[in-house]
Nanobody, 124 residues
Framework: QVQLAESGGGLVQAGGSLRLSCQAS????????IGWFRQAPGREREFVAA????????YYADSVKGRFTVSRDNGKNMAYLQMNSLKPGDTAVYYC?????????????????WGQGTQVTVSS
């Protein structure tokens, strides 16, 4: 069993940056794919980014490509989402998720473990 806890959310002005962290506990996530998703009010949860266990395969949603960077530190059982040039449209609750498969999926149905989420609010 893996427990995930996100942190680093908050209120930021448009154009600003935030770094989200995802702390895993319970077992090592070294063999897990880590995904980041977000859910804005009134909208379905959507894919943001994902990184394979070794960091050699990374995917981004088109809406965040070039602005967000996903990374991980398996030694610390951590994953990160660096968010730059934030826009009001990035406002959402952000979730990290872990998937035991070595395939890097971009759909939430494939992820086995989820954190509680952290709120990101971008003001204009």
């Amino acid at each position: 069993q893996v427990q995930l806890a996100e942190s680093g959310g908050g209120l930021v002005q448009a154009g600003g940056s935030l770094r989200l962290s995802c702390q895993a506990s319970g077992r090592s996530i070294i063999s897990y794919t880590i995904g980041w998703f977000r859910q804005a009010p009134g909208r379905e949860r959507e894919f943001v980014a994902a990184i394979s266990w070794g960091g050699d395969t990374i995917y981004y949603a088109d809406s965040v490509k070039g602005r967000f960077t996903v990374s991980r530190d398996n030694g610390k059982n951590m994953a990160y989402l660096q968010m730059n040039s934030l826009k009001p449209g990035d406002t959402a609750v952000y979730y990290c998720a872990a998937d035991v498969s070595i395939v890097v999926y971009r759909t939430e149905e494939n992820y086995d473990y989820w954190g509680q989420g952290t709120q990101v609010t971008v003001s204009s």
